[in-house]
């Protein structure tokens, strides 16, 4: 599959972050520096890679969004 700029962002962990995991199957070295995002953009890697790069992002927001839903029970 070819990276996009709207995959990424669609597969981010939260408020426009991912995990160390997901970049280094999209083969960003970390800490990722600046400009990482336009450097990927258009390159190709393995569907499974992708998938996986979905999944972990996809785990991470539903964690967060029970976090939320549980500190708004607490109020």
Known sequence: MVIT???I???ATG???WTRK???L???AWPPKSGWRRWVVGQEID???AREFER???ARRAVLACK???NDLEW
Request: overall charge negative.
């Open 5 to 7: 700029d709207d995959w």
């Open 9 to 11: 962002a669609k597969n």
């Open 15 to 17: 408020a426009n972050s």
């Open 22 to 24: 997901q970049l280094d």
């Open 26 to 28: 999209i083969q960003v």
């Open 47 to 49: 569907d499974a890679a």
């Open 56 to 58: 972990i992002g996809a």
């Open 68 to 70: 939320a839903v549980r």
